[in-house]
């Protein structure tokens, strides 16, 4: 496993100002770094909750984050099961959402997200549930595989990978990596190749979302976190594409419409030329950021 680099990591701490003594939750914990770093922040005695949908990734976490001892709670779940896991009457300071695939994931073949490493087509945040990637490719329609890789990929070519898809799963079937990425490269010819990034990225972006089922609460999840906060609190979201960014803006826009937070970020935030070169993976990385206004919630 690569060493882990949390994204935009000064400017988020930059804007949610962890003080001693805080109470903070990061509802897409991963691997902890952002974490742990609040948690420094914010000594002593600052306190932290995490959420992950990924059970190994919760377990890397707890290692790390264990010389905080009884000021870390971590739950696996999801985000969208934000007030049910961490109490309806819970209150933070703080609240971090870092969205998309983790390093983690996309370094470790057997899990199945990265197509430049063999692994089976997987994909699945938590392994214990769901259907794998390589089930949605062998028994969805061609036009349904279109319309997928179109809506979660903003892929203009989804018809013709769609249509390579089905033909090549017909000779043998698609279950690893190498093999739906090649059947990809394939489809879209050499000419029409998205620069800087490989022809099957969308491919997989969109067959991520719809395994996890990314975005289908997404706007909701939000807007309930923000309840969650203390009046002044603030909440900081990090996205890597645009249809979680679009959702983001959005949710927030409307909020910050009916007075309920106001704006931090009047466009968002992104990685400098350093970080980029640290971390080429942070170069698309969006955030986002706005704080609760006093007793407007119940309003909004």
Not at 28 to 54: F, Q, S, V, Y
Not at 213 to 218: H, M
Not at 233 to 255: M, P, Y
Request: proline share 6%; charged share 25%.
């Amino acid at each position: 496993m690569s060493a882990h680099i949390p994204v935009l990591l000064a400017e988020i701490l930059a804007l949610l100002q962890p003080r001693p003594g805080g109470r903070y939750l990061d509802a897409t914990i991963g691997l902890g770094g952002h974490a742990e770093a609040i948690l420094r922040a914010a000594e002593p005695e600052a306190t932290l909750m995490g959420i992950d949908l990924d059970g190994e990734a919760l377990a890397v976490a707890r290692e790390r984050l264990r010389p905080f001892g009884e000021r870390v709670r971590l739950i696996q779940g999801r985000y969208e099961a934000l007030s049910e896991l961490v109490g309806a009457d819970a209150r933070f300071d703080g609240i971090l959402f870092d969205l998309g695939v983790s390093s983690y994931q996309l370094d470790t073949p057997e899990r199945g997200f990265a197509f430049g490493r063999e692994g089976p087509l997987d994909m699945r945040m938590d392994r214990s549930q769901g259907e794998p990637a390589a089930q949605l490719v062998s028994r969805l329609p061609e036009r349904e595989l279109a319309d997928l890789i179109f809506r979660w990929g903003e892929d203009r070519h989804s018809r013709r990978i769609a249509r390579a898809i089905v033909a090549a799963r017909a000779v043998e079937p698609i279950a690893t990596t190498i093999a739906l990425a090649g059947v990809v490269g394939r489809a879209i010819p050499r000419r029409f190749w998205p620069r800087g990034i490989h022809p099957a990225t969308r491919t997989f972006q969109a067959l991520r979302i719809a395994v996890n089922q990314e975005l289908a609460d997404l706007g909701p999840a939000l807007e309930g976190a923000v309840a969650h906060l203390v009046p002044g609190g603030r909440a900081a979201v990090i996205s890597f594409h645009s249809l979680e960014d679009r959702i983001v803006k959005q949710t927030w826009r409307r909020l910050e419409a009916a007075g309920a937070v106001r704006l931090l970020t009047k466009r968002p935030l992104t990685v400098r030329e350093a970080e980029e070169q640290r971390n080429p993976r942070s170069r698309s990385a969006k955030l986002r950021a706005l704080e609760r206004m006093p007793d407007t919630m119940e309003a909004a």
